[in-house]
């Protein structure tokens, strides 16, 4: 599993998404590889992700995606992030 | 280490600004004073926001303000620009912004170090709010962990 973590540089704020998918993961006990990338390159990176996590400000631009978008309000809410992963990746 | 040091020209407290680009002026004029930066590197931090609208608003109060890293980055920086009157970025949830954290990096990659402790530290909800009360910059770098 991949989740891919979109923002406007591909270092800030999906650096940040990235860190906390990954603690996220960890306390869920689920295994994904996490990668953070610049909206531009969205299409390369994310083309085999299951999950996005990224801004509302990117949903528009990263457009058609096999994978589910997810918008975080809060980058630094840790149980927002593990809500959102749990819910994509999680078995339910 | 993995945060840059945060010396007393790149802390800037209670400063008065009204719009969201003087905030990120005064942000970038902090990463040039101690020496993280160029000029080049402000203007790039504002052309992410015109560009893509004001999601360096990571959280609740706080904006995130950084560009790529590249020519303009001088050295690993870390700035803290707190406002005497927050200021509106036009973020859906998590404006007014009181404190902006600025960072410059000096090549991908290595930052990440530096991002994941910055998530660690921002990870307690209080710290943005203790960060915008902070009355020195030695108080700010207890807040944040870091040195001079």
């Known amino acids: ?92 | 280490m993995p945060l840059p040091p945060l010396p007393d020209t790149a802390v800037v407290l209670g400063a008065v600004v009204s719009t969201w680009r003087e905030a990120l002026e005064r942000t970038g004029e902090a990463l040039v004073a101690s020496g993280a930066a160029t000029e080049a590197y402000t203007q790039a931090m504002i052309d992410l926001v015109d560009e893509h609208g004001p999601y360096i608003v990571i959280s609740p109060g706080l904006a995130f303000a950084h560009a790529r890293p590249g020519p303009t980055v001088r050295r690993d920086g870390l700035a803290v620009v707190t406002l005497r009157e927050p200021v509106v970025f036009g973020h859906p949830h998590n404006d007014p912004v009181s404190v902006v954290l600025g960072l410059a990096v000096a090549e991908v990659g290595a930052h990440l170090e530096s991002i994941g402790e910055i998530a660690n530290t921002f990870n307690d909800p209080t710290v943005t709010g203790r960060l915008a009360a902070a009355s020195t910059p030695d108080e700010v770098r207890a807040i944040l962990g870091v040195p001079a």
């Open chain 1, 1 to 92: 599993m991949k989740i891919v973590t979109i923002c406007g540089a591909g270092i800030g704020s999906s650096g940040i998404l990235k860190v906390n998918a990954e603690k996220a993961l960890e306390s869920l006990g689920l295994s994904a590889a996490v990668v953070a990338a610049d909206v531009a390159s969205v299409r390369a990176a994310a083309d085999d992700a299951n999950v996005i996590l990224t801004s509302a400000e990117f949903v528009e631009a990263i457009g058609d995606t096999y994978a589910e978008v997810i918008v975080i309000r809060n980058h630094f809410d840790q149980g927002e992030i593990t809500a959102a992963v749990d819910r994509a990746l999680g078995e339910h």
